[in-house]
Every structure is written in C-alpha cells, then in structure tokens.
C-alpha cells in the first residue's frame, strides 16, 4: 500500500511569481588622460627605425618569412600577368 500513496498524484505547489529586480544602468565616465611620451615618439622616420629596437628577437623569423612570402606573391602574379597569352587583359569588341 505505501507504493501507491508514493504514486498518487498530489496537488501542484502554487507558483510565487516574483518581481524582477530593476538595474539601473548608467554610462561610464569619459576618461580623457594624457598619452603616454613612448606612444607619441614616433614622428619621424629616424624615430620610427630606432623603435626597431623594441621588436621581440621572436618576431624577426616570422616577418623574414613573411616578407619572403609576400615577394614571391609579387613575383608569380607578374610573372603570369608577362608570359600568359591566353589572359585577357583588354576588352574584346562588341561585335560578335
């Protein structure tokens, strides 16, 4: 007999609706600091070489890499636009 009283439905529990809580939203103040001096120091063009120093010794293989990538680009794409008779590089006329 204890199965089925386990088993038997019961009465919901009533549900408590509760109000949402409201958040008040506001903007941030504007911060308005002065730039750093390193920041700015990079005007002229002997300024901008001495920041060289500055770049990760990591870094240099990569951009060796990717330098050597970016001409060889250059060179396949001018090298197909040169020597490819079959491209089309004018408009044909309009007669047909």
Known sequence: ???T???RM???AMLRMQQTRTVAMRQSPILRMAVPKEEQSGHTITQRLRRIKDVPVELIPLAVVIGAAIVAA???MVNKLMTDKTLRLSRQS???
Do not use: C, E, V
């Open 1 to 3: 007999m204890r199965a």
């Open 5 to 7: 009283q386990a088993l």
């Open 10 to 12: 019961r009465p919901t």
């Open 74 to 76: 250059g060179y396949s």
């Open 94 to 96: 309009s007669k047909h």
